[in-house]
C-alpha cells in the first residue's frame, strides 16, 4: 500500500502522515510507504517509507515523482485558501483548478484507477437555498475558493465515472481548533480565537457570539479521510461527493467549551473587534448541515466542543503555553 | 454595439447572426460589428461588417483576433458534443473547460466587463435528484459533457461576481427541430425523427414513443439568448446560471405533431431501432423542468411542438425537398 499525501506539508496532511504510520495498514493492506509532498518541503515524519517531496501541482512534470504506477491511494488536500483565492484570483485558479486537475489526470496517467481522497469545502454552498444544507443542495459558492472547489468536485465524479480514478471528496467543516499559526483563510479566526489563548495570547473576534459555524476537530478530520480511503466502491454511488460530517455552534458554545475545559482565563484574552472583509466572506458561508451520505458511510462528528478543545490541548498546546 | 459569436458557424450561431443583423441593435445600441467566430470558417452571413473568424478557443491566441477591447457582447455557444465528448474526453475538456475558461479570461482581458452569454444544458442535470428540476436542483452531470458544462457555470458565476465579465448562463433544451446534418450528440434523434421524414428521407429512433424531453425550436432558442443578453444585470442576482425554458415532450406527441403540420407520410419514414449506447446516455437527462428564474426575465418555451415544425418547413426546410 503506497500512499501519496498531496499538502502533505499541512496540519491535516501531517496528522494524517503521522495517523497512518500508527495504523500501518489501509484497504486491508500493509502500508509500504508514505510520500508527503507539498510547496515546501514538509516537515519529515518518524517512521520507515516515508519520503517528503516538494512538488507544485499547478506543474504536472513535478507530479511525476510524488504520483506513480505503484501509487494506491491519493490524499489531495491542497489548496490556495479562501482569503488568498480571493485575493488573488488567478493563484487560485492555477492551484486549486489546474492543479487539481493535474493531480487526477496523474491519477488517471497511472492506469490502474487510485483511490482518491478529495478535501473539498463547505464553501461550495451559499446564496440563496433553502436550510438545511443536504448532500444535495444546489453548489452555489459565494467565493472564488468556493468555486474551485466545487469544479474539482465535478470533476472528480466525472474521472471516477470514467474509471480512471476511484474518487471520494468530503466538504469538509471548518477545521477547529486548527493548530499552528493563524493563515490567510477567513475561517482562521475560527480557531484562533481558541488557539491564541489557549497559547496564552490575545486574539481577535470579527463576529459576534451568536455567530453560527460548522465545525469539525483535526483529529475526527483525519479519521473521517481514513475512513473514506477505507470506504468499498460500490457503497459510494456515482455521485463520489458529499458533507464530511461537523457540529453547527456558535462563537459563545465555543468559547463555554474553552471554559469548560481549562477555566475562565483564556477566554478573557478574546478581543471582539469587527472586520468588514472577513464578515463579508463568512456570512455567505453555511452552517445547518445534515451529512446524511457520510454518516451512513461511518463517518462522524465531535461529540461536543469540549472534545475539540481537548485534543488541542492534548496533541497541539505548544510546550511553552 | 460589437458582438462576438463563438460558434458561430453552427446552428445557433449562424441563426443568431442572421437575426442580430435583422434586427440591427442590441442593449440599446445599434450594432456595428458582428464577428462569426468557430474552428471552421463559418459560412458568410449577408450584412455590413460582419466578419468570419477561425478560431479554436482552446488555444488563448486565437481568440485575441474574436474578442478585443471594444467587444461588448460574446455569445458562447461552441462546444463539443455529448456524444464527442464522451467518446473523446481529452477533447471534451480541451474545449468544453479549458476553452471556456480561455473565453472568460480573454473578455476579462479586454478590462470592459462584456456581457457574456454562455450556452450550458440540461445535461448538468441527472441522477438522483427529485422532479422536477428547478434552477436550483443539484447539478448533478451523468456525462462528461454536463460536467464540463457545469463547471463552465460555476466559472460564469465567479467571473461575474469578481466583475471580470457580465456572465449570463442558460440551460438550453435539446434543440429540435435541427437543421442540417446529423451529428455526433447523442440528442441527434430528437431532431432527425422529424427533419428526416420531412426532407423526404428515413430516419432511426432509438427510444420508444413514450420517451420524454425536454425541446425548443432553433428560433425561439435564438430569441431567448437574445433576451439574456438585453436582461439588465442587476436583474440577473448572484448566480448567473438557469434553465432556458423548453417543453416537456414525449416521442409521439412529436410525432403526432408532425403529422398535423404535413399529413401521415412523414412519420412512415421513421424506422424503431434501440441503440443501447445512445439510450445510456440519454436516459441519464432529466425531462421535467421548471425554468421559474428565466420566465420571470421574459424569456419563453415553444407555444406547442407543431409550432417547431413550422418554423422547421418554414426557415429550414431544403429547397430540395
Known amino acids: 500500500m503506497n500512499i501519496a499525501i498531496i499538502g502533505g506539508g499541512g496540519v491535516i496532511g501531517q496528522k494524517l502522515g503521522r495517523a497512518l504510520v500508527a495504523r500501518g495498514h489501509l484497504r486491508g493492506r500493509d502500508i509500504t510507504r508514505i510520500t508527503l509532498a507539498d510547496v515546501t518541503a514538509p516537515t519529515p515524519i518518524a517512521g ?5 517531496v516538494t512538488c507544485d501541482m499547478s506543474d504536472p512534470s ?4 510524488v504520483i506513480t504506477p505503484d501509487t494506491d491511494v491519493i490524499f489531495l488536500l491542497a489548496a ?3 482569503g488568498h483565492a480571493e485575493r488573488e484570483f488567478d493563484t487560485g485558479i492555477r492551484v486549486n483548478l489546474q492543479g487539481v486537475l493535474n493531480v487526477y489526470e496523474a491519477a488517471r496517467a497511472t492506469g490502474t484507477c487510485p483511490v482518491v481522497v478529495y ?3 463547505m464553501a461550495v454552498y451559499g446564496g440563496d437555498v433553502p436550510d438545511p444544507i443536504t448532500d444535495l443542495t444546489y453548489l452555489n459558492p459565494q467565493t472564488s475558493y468556493g468555486m474551485q472547489k466545487a469544479a474539482g468536485e465535478l470533476l472528480l465524479t466525472d474521472f471516477s465515472r470514467k474509471g480512471f480514478v476511484d474518487g471520494r471528496g468530503f466538504r469538509l467543516p471548518t477545521i477547529s481548533v486548527r493548530p499552528g499559526k493563524a493563515n490567510g483563510a477567513a475561517s482562521s479566526f475560527m480557531s484562533s480565537i481558541i488557539r491564541e489563548p489557549l497559547n496564552g495570547q490575545e486574539a481577535i473576534c470579527p463576529v459576534g457570539r ?3 459555524h460548522y465545525y469539525l476537530s483535526p483529529k475526527r478530520c483525519v479519521e473521517n479521510l481514513i475512513l473514506g480511503a477505507e470506504v468499498e466502491t460500490n457503497a459510494l454511488g456515482p455521485d463520489r461527493c458529499m458533507i464530511m460530517p461537523g457540529q453547527m455552534l456558535s462563537i459563545g458554545q465555543m468559547i463555554d467549551a474553552m471554559t469548560e475545559v481549562c477555566g475562565p482565563a483564556p477566554a478573557k484574552l478574546i478581543r471582539w473587534e469587527s472586520q468588514p472583509e472577513v464578515e463579508k466572506i ?5 452552517f445547518d448541515l445534515h451529512p446524511a451520505r457520510a454518516l451512513a458511510l461511518g463517518l462522524r462528528a465531535d461529540d461536543g466542543f469540549s472534545d475539540n478543545v481537548r485534543f488541542y490541548v492534548d496533541e497541539d498546546l505548544p510546550p511553552a503555553a
Chains 1, 2 share one sequence.
Open 48 to 52: 520507515a517509507d516515508v519520503a517528503c
Open 62 to 65: 513535478q507530479l511525476s515523482s
Open 80 to 82: 490556495i485558501v479562501s
Open 119 to 121: 478535501s473539498s469545502s
Open 210 to 212: 451568536d455567530f453560527l
Open 282 to 286: 463568512v456570512k455567505g458561508w453555511r
